[in-house]
């Protein structure tokens, strides 16, 4: 038994002798990974806004396809409607969807560098503390 109290002591001796100080370049480091996450989830949860968003264009141009050409569409600008002639309405829907398309381009985008540089943080403070960190998100 005491063989055992012993191990356990020195296996928790060992685990505090391979503590690397955390110096404030890396506490800089990992608050700076912590807002990219966060900014990160922002930015996915844009994202999939966006997307039903264009589901919802989609689906309101499909629509506009069966509608007869005479008649008037109710068109939503800001919080009031309008008669609009079906022409007029599908190019608003689609100076709508190229918005959205050009919108979720730059999200991407966004998305992409934010990923790169919380990759490269990773590799940097892997390599400084090893499995002592988590930075898995």
Same mark, same amino acid.
């Given at each position: ?9 020195? #296996?928790? /001796?060992? @685990?505090?002798? +391979? %503590?690397? =100080?955390?110096? &404030? ?28 968003e264009k589901e919802?264009?989609?689906?309101? #141009?499909? /629509?506009? @396809?069966?509608? +007869? %050409?005479? =008649?008037?569409? &109710? ?46 943080l990773k590799v ?14």
């Amino acid at each position: 038994m005491a063989s055992i109290m012993q191990r356990r002591m020195l #296996s928790k /001796e060992d @685990e505090a002798g +391979d %503590e690397v =100080e955390v110096r &404030r370049e890396d506490q800089d480091k990992i608050n700076k990974f912590s807002r990219l996450h966060q900014r990160e989830l922002v930015l996915k949860e844009e994202l999939q806004l966006k997307g039903k968003e264009k589901e919802e264009l989609d689906d309101i #141009s499909t /629509e506009l @396809e069966l509608a +007869d %050409e005479d =008649e008037k569409i &109710r068109y939503k600008i800001g919080d009031a409607y309008f008669h609009l002639p079906l022409e007029q309405a599908q190019e608003m829907l689609g100076a709508a969807t190229t918005r959205i398309d050009e919108e979720t381009l730059e999200l991407e985008e966004k998305l992409g560098s934010i990923h790169e540089e919380m990759t490269q943080l990773k590799v940097e403070l892997y390599a400084r503390f090893g499995k002592q960190i988590n930075l898995e998100t």
